[in-house]
């Protein structure tokens, strides 16, 4: 298996937890340091390569690393950037939707491709429930969640017509406390980055398609669906 977005965070803590688990795991990210750690804990069983998803040589990185291990079965998608921008401020908005948008793509097109040639696969994408409305304080970061969300269905609904066995796993956490939400964050029902993870591996291990995390966020993502536009429009969040 592999975890794009493993050096911190969400990413991170699925990573080390599955290695505690004694799976063979390779990992990526832009900065080297947390990834070495991560080998650290198990030299014979972690695999990693330095990958930014915006860069030219990103899909030979991640080509290679698969198959250093050779050859995985799960690719988990958790790169991702994210911030408020209430001021809208341009750079905040286009680089939020380069990585969040197409390097996601680009991610994905390569995953796809991966498990269409290898007979079979599972998808996994670290998405948000920010995808489920547009949220005024964060506009290209829950456009970017609900892009992604519509992507891997669009992809399971593909790979199931042209007869692949690839699986899909869209999980979609509420608030966690990671280096994403910066310095002591104080958001509501902020969740621990290991409690996030551990649901996200037995969801993975369930193989569910949607995987809102956690049961408050359920309540709060139902809520919001039954929302009209003209309340939602006038709603402080
Ligand atoms: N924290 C939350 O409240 C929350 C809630 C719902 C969903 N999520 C989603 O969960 C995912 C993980 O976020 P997190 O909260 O764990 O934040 P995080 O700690 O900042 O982790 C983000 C990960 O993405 C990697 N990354 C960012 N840009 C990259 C690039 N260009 N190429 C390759 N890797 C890149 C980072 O590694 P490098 O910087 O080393 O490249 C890091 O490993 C994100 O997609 C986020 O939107 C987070």
């Known amino acids: 298996m592999l975890i794009l977005g493993a050096s911190s965070g969400i990413g991170g803590e699925v990573a080390r937890q599955l290695i505690g688990m004694g799976w063979t795991v390779s990992v990526a990210a832009r900065r080297e340091l947390p990834l070495q750690s991560l080998k650290a804990l198990a030299p014979s069983r972690v695999e990693y390569a330095v990958v930014d998803i915006m860069a030219e040589d990103a899909v030979?990185?991640?080509?290679?690393?698969?198959?250093?291990?050779?050859?995985?079965?799960?690719?988990?998608?958790?790169?991702?950037?994210?911030?408020?921008?209430?001021?809208?401020?341009?750079p905040i908005e286009e680089s939020t939707v380069s990585?969040?948008?197409?390097?996601?793509?680009?991610?994905?097109?390569?995953?796809?491709?991966?498990?269409?040639?290898?007979?079979?696969?599972?998808?996994?994408?670290i998405s948000s429930i920010a995808g489920t409305k547009g949220l005024g304080p964060?506009?290209?970061?829950?456009?970017?969640?609900?892009?992604?969300?519509?992507?891997?269905?669009?992809?399971?609904?593909?790979?199931?017509?042209?007869?692949?066995?690839?699986?899909?796993?869209?999980?979609?956490?509420?608030?966690?406390?990671?280096p994403l939400l910066?310095?002591?964050?104080?958001?509501?029902?902020?969740?621990?980055?290991?409690?996030?993870?551990?649901?996200?591996i037995k969801a993975l291990i369930r193989e569910?398609?949607?995987?809102?995390?956690?049961?408050?966020?359920r309540i709060l993502v139902f809520l919001w669906r039954l929302l009209p536009r003209w309340i939602w429009k006038r709603m402080r969040i």
Do not use: C
């Open 60 to 90: 030979s990185r991640l080509q290679e690393l698969a198959e250093r291990t050779g050859g995985i079965d799960l690719y988990i998608h958790a790169a991702g950037i994210g911030s408020q921008n209430r001021e809208l401020a341009l």
């Open 99 to 125: 990585t969040n948008a197409v390097g996601f793509t680009r991610a994905m097109n390569w995953a796809y491709h991966y498990f269409e040639r290898q007979g079979g696969g599972h998808i996994a994408v």
């Open 138 to 178: 964060a506009p290209a970061y829950s456009a970017t969640k609900a892009f992604q969300a519509n992507y891997i269905e669009a992809l399971e609904q593909l790979a199931r017509q042209q007869g692949h066995a690839i699986r899909f796993t869209d999980i979609r956490p509420g608030f966690v406390d990671t």
């Open 182 to 200: 910066g310095e002591n964050p104080t958001y509501p029902m902020l969740m621990s980055a290991k409690s996030v993870a551990s649901s996200i």
């Open 208 to 217: 569910e398609d949607v995987k809102v995390i956690d049961w408050r966020y």
